[in-house]
Every structure is written in C-alpha cells, then in structure tokens.
C-alpha cells in the first residue's frame, strides 16, 4: 500500500514505506515478503522462479520512489516529454540491467546468497521480453536507457506483444521457429493500467455533417471498436534519480454494451469479437527488413498510434495547457515509418476530434512529428496498396489526400511545370497499382528527418529522399547511432568493466570521453596482461556454453572470429562461409600448410520466410559438420552456430570475440550496433566501408581496424557497368575451388544439389558481391592472421579500441537528439 510520506519539509510525494531499504536486511525481508505474499508460498516450497520472481518484485518495489517523482513531471509544463514511437522494444532482460542503474548489485547479490539462493542462476530464470526484430528495436531500448540517464522525461510507446520473436533452434543443421512464450510465467516488471485505455475504430465508412457553425466536418463511422490498455514497464536511469516510461498497448475487445439483451447468437459474435480484438496485439512480425503488406500488420500500427496519441492529448489537459500548443510538451519521435500514420491520425484527432481547423493543425502536426529512416533498401521501404488501406482506414486515406493535394500545390508553384518530380515526391505511387508511400508522408508531415550514420545520410539525401531533400535540406539530421554502455559493457562484462575503472575510475559509464585515458598504459605489459585475462575468461564462459548448447569443443585460446546479426543476404553471412571453405581448402591441398587456430562462431535468425536466408544457416552448420571433424583439420578450424542469438545471449558472446565481423556490401547496412558492442568490448574490427564501420574506424584509428572491400561508390560504378560475377569467379582459382567444392555437394552429402540457388544466385545476379570482394577480404583475413600472431600488439589495438569508442555511447545519440530535433532539456537538479 503506498503511503503518503507526511513529511512536510518535503513537497515529493513518495511511497515512503520500507520498500525503498536498500541494505542487506531490508532487501532480505522484501525477498521474503514477496515470497509469502505475492508468490504464495512458504520459503522452504519456493521455486527457482519464485526466487526470481520475488527479487523482481523487490527491485521493482524500489524503483517506485524515483519513478513516481518522475511521472509527476510529465505534468511540469516547463519539460518537454519525448514520446517514442516504436513498433519494437528489444529490451532484453530487467533484473540485471535495473540492479546496475540502480547499483545494487552487490547489495542484492548479498542479500540473495545470505538466503541460500545464486543471483547468477536467478538472473538465468528470466525470459527476455524479446519484442523486436533485431538493430532497430534493441536501439529503441538503448535510447531509454539514455534518455533515463541523461534526466529527460520520455514515454516510449509501443506494442505489448504476447508472442515476440520467435525462439530458434536448429535442427539437422536447419532453423526451426519455435512460439515465443515470454509471458508464461507472469512479467513482474509491468504494471497494467485498466484505468488508462483508449477506443479505437477500424474499417467502416465516412460522412459528412454541418456543424452548428455550419462548417463542414466529416465523421468516421468504424465497422469495428477495439480498446487498447496501457500495460506501463518502469526504466531506470543510471544512477540519474529518474525512472522513465515505456508504455505499451494490449489491445482488448469492448465491453458488449447492451449486455441484457444478447441472446445466444449474439453471444457468440461477441466471443468472436473478442478474439479478433485480441489478435492485434498478439504477435510481432519477425521480418526485419523487407516489408510485408499484410492487413493485420498494418492494424498494429494505427492501433498502437492511435492509442499513443490519444493518452499524449490526455497527459496535455492534465498538464492544463491547450491542445493547440501540443508542440511545445511533446517531441515524438518515429521509429522508422512504422508509427508514421501518426501524421494523418494526429490531424484526425485535432480536426474532426477537435475541430480545429486544417491550417493549425497542420502546423502542430509538423512541429510535433520527426522521423528516422533506418534503411535504404527498396524492398524494405513501407507502402500500402490502396484498396487494404482504405479498408481498413477510410478517413486517414481521404486526409492523406488533402495533405498531398496541398503539398503537391507547393510543389507545382515552386517547379511550374516538372510533372516528374510531383509524381517522384507524391505521398501516392500512381506508377502501377497504388500505393501509400509511408516514407514520404513521414517526410511531408515531419519538421526533421534524420538518418542513423553519416554515410547513411548522405546516401539518403542523394537517393531514396533525394527529391525531398532538394526541397527540405534544412529537415536533415544526422544522428548516428549509439549503444548503452551500462548494459554493454557495465552488465556483460563486468571483469572488463571493473579493470577500467581500477585504471581511470567510474566516470566513463556517463562521460566514455574518459575512456580515452587508457590510452597512455595500451603499451604497459602488465596491464595487456590483465586486458587478455579477462578477455580469456570471457572467452572460456562462452566456450562451455557452445559445448553445452552445441556439443562443439572449442579452444579458447584460438581467435574468436564473431558473425551475429539477422540473417539476410546483404549482411554477407556466407562470404564469411566462402572464407572458411578457402581455410580449408588450404589445409586440404596440403594438410602441413599453416593455417592459424580459429573458431568462427554465427548467430542470428532467418524471417521464417525467407529462404535464401535460411539456405545460408543450412550451409553454416553443413560446412561445420564437415570442417569440425575433419582429421586433416585437426581441430585448427572450428565452426560453430550458436543458436537463438539474442539479447542474453549477445551479453555472453560480445565480451568474447576477438574478431567482429561486419562485412555487409558497403552501401547497404544503414549503421549497424553490433559493431559498436563488439569494439567497446575490446574487439577488433574487419569490415567494409559501411553504416557506422566508416566512423568507428575514423575513431580508433586506421592502423587498428581491417578494413577490406569496395566502397559504396565503387559499387554503384561496378553495378552500372554491368556487374558480371561468372568473370570474377572464373578469374581467381581460390574462389572457383570455393564455389565448385559447395556446388559438388561437398557439404550435403546425400543432396548434392541442396545449395545450388545459393551458387545460381551467386554466379548469375550476386547482388551483393560477394565475388567482387572476396579476394579482398581472404587478403584481409591473413593480415588479421598475422596480427593475431603478435600478442602484445594486438592487446595494444584492442585497448586503443576501447579507448576511442566513447563517441558511441547512446547518451552522445540522445543528447544530438535532445538538442538539434527534439529541444527538450533535462529535468534540473541533481
Ligand atoms: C532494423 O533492425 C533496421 C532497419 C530496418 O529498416 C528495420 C529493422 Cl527491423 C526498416 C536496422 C538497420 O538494418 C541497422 O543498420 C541499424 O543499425 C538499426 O536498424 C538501427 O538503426
């Protein structure tokens, strides 16, 4: 029960009961209390999980304090609220991270030993809320750890999934999806809010009224109302004092009105009903980059919007201000074009919810909205077929009309004359079938548009927003992308973590500038001594994972050479493939020959759709079978598929790789985060020309990053001259031998043809030249080689790594954001 503290010399209104104790006994009592009481058993009953549950619910208990100051200044009318939007939320798990930001480690760590229980094997009994997808959702959690941190009150709004992204096993070397079940054993860290839900239509038609002004208005009339329920997941700052939002939407079936009068039919319509109400927030869509125009897809998106914007509206009447200065309380922030129907539902609350008139409106629309684009690829650019979307949203189709109708007016007066660049700009695509570009009217609606690394940007300003951005150049930011250290390195590597701070002290957590005093001792032996032990370490806990996971033995004293990500064939997994079958041809032509000790571990899942991507997992682990037990190998080569790779497992495999592989076809990976993890983890890079890699390498230095391949305007100028792999294959033997080995079936014996559209597409389209670039990156690979050799100077490159990484911190991210798009400054005090 709260209560109110009746502290006068305090105006905070606070829990003020004992379950903010922070020491060893009080903890202890609060462990047990929520094992009596909430978990409803005895000590000596309790489960596993009920231990876990209980330290949840006590860690939780003690974030209250914080975060009920915290919510009251949602209502401070001189704070900007950031509003998140985003159809993903990879948050990974809570009770490790909140026992870091809330430094409590030690004294829960004790406080659980001393009740005969392991915070390690508790900290295992928690299944990752794993709503998202892979870069895009895990940088959305990453941006509220930052904004918490950095004091800046924000909402992250999203979608409660039931069933997030699928688990992965492998089976007979294939991917296997399995339901994600996050929810089976109950989620201690979200509270539900049936007092704070939202109706929202779908479907149905629209009329017109006079109102009694005799203005013309227009009403939706919805075939359909579904309610969604705010379910609230408090984010803790490091060590800021604020404790920050994240609200998601279940969505519900209405309450039956009429309830006396059903008679069995209508009963079960209103089961039914119930059920599809139910489904929309039911499962997220495990495709990461190319868009899937499926109706229930886009339902989850105007529901978790429309909810969103209507509890914004909410929370401004409670801060007592006016809806027409919505601007100057919120910056909303969209997460790519998911949420970017927001443009029109907002203009539908404030004209036909609020009569307000179009001009107005129109203008807080674009105050309020900003927009990020995450990637450049064609095929995963958001548009909807008009018939689906008119279906299903009948006033917003009819209001991005008259947006466009008056955007395209501009357009026309300002190019008299160029048909062209209306029809390239319309938010419409009238060349075919129509669509609604999601993109364009992120871009129309939105007073700043960013991309996520420099490169990124620039190549959307000169291709996919090209148009636009003649028109708009003063819209364009960019912001490139950041991670949080307090679970990147503060959490998953707290060996690494803890030598640093012995070395320089605690500040770089919030200010990673300083990491760059670790400069002066990368030469120092004894510290590379104490740099490579836990980096051994690290590796050992990852080895005796792999064996339990995957029956493979590695060495860890072998260089740990890392591929995680989704799998998708621009990310280039299998060029990787191409370069261990070349390793072992080598030792094949002559077992003597020296190849260096490697273990090349992969992670990541494939869209259950699509193929090529899963062909790929198929040939990483038939290429395993053969290489991991081949006699002439001898153990030198290990390949490993690590299996689910997500966020808890990416925790143990970051702090142990050697090597990060980010090998993407340059042009094509908006930015990359992974990359980031691995360097601030103390690995060293091999990479092209892309996303981030471009400013990771500017950072740490040329002569400590490998960088291979053709650059995205060597690209572009292979492509236009008409690109022909055959040629590259044919002309280099190695690679041939490569290919030929895996079209002979080599490595599915017993199906010998199983791999041949991997080597059809390779030897006909190669859209991603893999050929073009192989030589280069085996010429790469054997400088790592060398590299590797030299102990010493590897430990030097990996420390200046760690060392220049500060830049990518999330909360660098958040304050450009803060301060170029969002203008919102921080909570004072503290
Ligand atoms: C995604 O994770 C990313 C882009 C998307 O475009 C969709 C998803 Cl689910 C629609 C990734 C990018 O591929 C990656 O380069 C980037 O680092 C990440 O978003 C965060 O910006």
Excluded at 128 to 153: I, K, M, Q, W
Excluded at 171 to 177: L, M, P, S
Excluded at 568 to 582: D, N
Aim: proline share 4%; charged share 25%.
């Amino acid at each position: 029960k709260l209560v109110h503290r009746g502290d006068s010399s305090s105006s905070r209104e606070t829990t003020g009961d004992i379950r903010r104790g922070m020491d060893c006994a009080d903890l202890k009592q609060a462990i047990i209390d929520h094992i009596n009481f909430t978990q409803a058993r005895l000590v000596s009953q309790a489960t596993l999980n009920d231990w876990y549950m209980a330290v949840a619910y006590a860690v939780r208990d003690r974030m209250l304090d914080d975060w009920h100051v915290s919510l009251g200044h949602l209502r401070n009318r001189s704070l900007k609220i950031v509003s998140y939007l985003s159809a993903e939320f990879l948050m990974g798990p809570h009770l490790g991270n909140n026992l870091v930001n809330l430094g409590i480690v030690e004294s829960v760590r004790r406080a659980v030993a001393e009740l005969g229980q392991n915070l390690d094997d508790l900290l295992r009994q928690e299944e990752e809320p794993g709503l998202g997808n892979g870069g895009l959702g895990r940088l959305a959690a990453c941006y509220l750890d930052s904004l918490a941190t950095l004091r800046v009150p924000a909402i992250g709004y999203g979608i409660r999934y039931e069933f997030g992204i699928f688990d992965q096993e492998i089976r007979d070397g294939w991917q296997v999806e399995i339901t994600d079940k996050w929810l089976r054993m109950g989620n201690p860290w979200e509270i539900c809010r049936p007092d704070i839900s939202y109706l929202v239509k779908l479907g149905g038609h629209t009329e017109q009224y006079s109102d009694e002004n005799d203005c013309l208005r227009v009403r939706w009339v919805p075939g359909k109302v579904i309610k969604g329920v705010a379910y609230d997941t408090p984010v803790a700052g490091y060590c800021s004092g604020v404790t920050d939002l994240l609200r998601l939407w279940k969505s519900e079936a209405v309450e039956s009105f009429n309830f006396q009068a059903f008679n069995l039919g209508d009963y079960y319509r209103a089961v039914d009903e119930k059920v599809s109400s139910e489904t929309i927030s039911k499962v997220l869509y495990p495709n990461d980059e190319p868009q899937i125009g499926k109706q229930l897809r886009l339902a989850q998106q105007y529901f978790f919007v429309s909810c969103s914007l209507q509890d914004m509206l909410r929370i401004q009447r409670l801060r007592g201000e006016n809806i027409g200065d919505l601007a100057g309380s919120f910056a909303v922030q969209l997460n790519d074009t998911h949420p970017s129907i927001a443009v029109a539902e907002l203009m539908r609350l404030l004209v036909d919810e609020q009569m307000m008139e179009w001009e107005p409106a129109w203008e807080i629309t674009c105050n309020v909205m900003a927009y990020t684009n995450h990637t450049l690829l064609p095929e995963a650019l958001e548009k909807w077929p008009l018939p689906l979307f008119s279906a299903m949203l009948p006033r917003h189709l009819e209001i991005i009309f008259e947006i466009n109708r008056r955007f395209l007016d501009q357009v026309r007066s300002a190019s008299p004359g160029d048909d062209g660049l209306a029809a390239r700009l319309s938010i419409i695509d009238e060349g075919g079938e129509r669509y609604v570009r999601m993109a364009h009217l992120a871009s129309v609606g939105s007073h700043a548009i960013n991309g996520v690394a420099a490169l990124h940007t620039e190549l959307l300003k000169e291709t996919v927003l090209k148009d636009f951005h003649d028109l708009y150049p003063e819209r364009f930011h960019n912001v490139t992308n950041g991670v949080t250290p307090r679970r990147w390195v503060l959490l998953s590597n707290p060996a690494l973590a803890r030598l640093i701070s012995g070395k320089i002290g605690e500040g770089w957590v919030t200010r990673p500038e300083e990491l760059r005093a670790l400069e002066k001792f990368a030469g120092q032996p004894a510290f590379q001594k104490s740099w490579r032990k836990v980096k051994l370490e690290n590796k050992s806990i990852l080895a005796a994972v792999i064996r339990e996971r995957t029956g493979i033995q590695v060495d860890p004293a072998s260089l740990f050479d890392v591929l995680v990500k989704r799998i998708h064939e621009y990310k280039r997994q299998h060029l990787k493939v191409l370069h261990i079958i070349t390793l072992f041809n080598r030792i094949k032509a002559d077992p003597k020959s020296e190849v260096r000790s490697r273990t090349f571990i992969f992670g990541g899942k494939a869209a259950p759709g699509y193929h090529m991507a899963k062909l790929i997992i198929k040939l990483i682990t038939s290429v395993g079978e053969v290489v991991n037990n081949d006699p002439d190998v001898a153990g030198r080569l290990k390949v490993v598929f690590f299996p689910d790779f997500n966020v808890t497992n990416g925790q143990l495999v970051y702090p142990a790789a050697d090597l990060s592989e980010q090998i993407s076809t340059a042009g094509k990976e908006a930015s990359g985060t992974g990359n980031m993890k691995f360097s601030l983890n103390g690995a060293l890079t091999i990479g092209t020309l892309d996303g981030a890699n471009v400013e990771i390498r500017q950072e740490v230095g040329e002569e400590n990053f490998f960088l291979f391949g053709h650059t995205a305007a060597e690209v572009q100028e292979l492509k236009s001259r008409g690109y022909d792999p055959r040629s590259w294959y044919e002309g280099n033997a190695p690679l041939r031998a490569v290919i030929d080995r895996i079209a002979a079936g080599d490595f599915s014996p017993g199906d010998r043809n199983l791999f041949q559209p991997l080597v059809d597409q390779l030897l006909g389209h190669d859209d991603y030249l893999l050929l073009a670039d192989y030589q280069a990156y085996m010429d790469c690979q054997d400088r790592v080689d060398a590299a590797f050799r030299d102990r010493d100077a590897w430990t030097e490159m990996s420390i200046l790594n760690v060392a220049r990484m500060g830049m990518f911190s999330s909360d660098r991210a958040i304050r450009e954001y803060c301060e170029n798009i969002w203008h919102a400054p921080p909570i004072p005090g503290d």
